[in-house]
């Protein structure tokens, strides 16, 4: 069995894009779902792309904030 990925950017074509695979005989659409991380899994993963600020003390935090 061969797959084929299809990356659609215009949505107005993908209902027209559907009827077309759907009436072809042995292809069928596999709805893409994606893998929801954990919680500890979306903090590393913030980690590794840098997406943490460090602050020396909460009073620091809070100025930098404007809080």
Partial sequence: M???T???EDNSV???LKKVLEAMKGVV?????????SGI??????IRHGR????ESVDD????LGI
């Fill in 6 to 8: 299809i990356q659609v």
């Fill in 52 to 55: 943490v600020t460090e602050y």
């Fill in 2 to 4: 061969a797959t084929l």
């Fill in 29 to 37: 659409i596999v709805p893409n779902h994606q893998k929801s991380m």
């Fill in 14 to 16: 993908m209902a027209g």
């Fill in 61 to 64: 935090m809070f100025e930098k």
């Fill in 41 to 46: 899994e979306e903090a590393m993963d913030d």
